[in-house]
């Protein structure tokens, strides 16, 4: 299983940024996916899940209306899209699928600042 984030980068406050996550090596449809971030010094967050068809999602208290997450089944492409960015947005933005397993990406840097 091999899960591959990019999309990352330098933004300025207020920009923004799409996150995809490409997933190989499993039957994507059946993997609840979700994004999630993490800073040196703190735990890894959740920022948002979607269900198996994309018909459920969820976000951090600190995302909503800001960011969206999707999915496209037929590509085994999971994105995240990320508007009004804020420096506390500034993280490692990893993907995640889980089922009976879980499986990680290796991340991918967003940085928000001037």
């Known amino acids: 299983v091999q899960l591959v984030e990019s999309g990352g980068g330098l933004v300025q406050p207020g920009g923004s940024l799409r996150l995809s996550c490409a997933a190989s090596?499993?039957?994507?449809?059946?993997?609840?996916m979700s994004w999630h971030r993490q800073v040196p010094g703190k735990e890894r967050e959740l920022v948002a899940a979607?269900?198996?068809?994309?018909?459920?999602?969820n976000f951090a208290d600190s995302v909503k209306g800001r960011f969206t997450i999707s999915r496209d089944n037929t590509k085994n492409t999971m994105y995240l899209q990320m508007n009004s960015l804020k420096p506390e947005d500034t993280a490692v933005y990893y993907c995640?699928?889980?089922?009976?397993?879980?499986?990680w990406g290796q991340g991918t840097q967003v940085t928000v600042s001037s």
């Open positions: 090596g499993l039957t994507f449809s059946t993997y609840v």
């Open positions: 979607i269900s198996r068809a994309g018909g459920t999602t």
């Open positions: 995640n699928a889980r089922r009976d397993y879980q499986y």
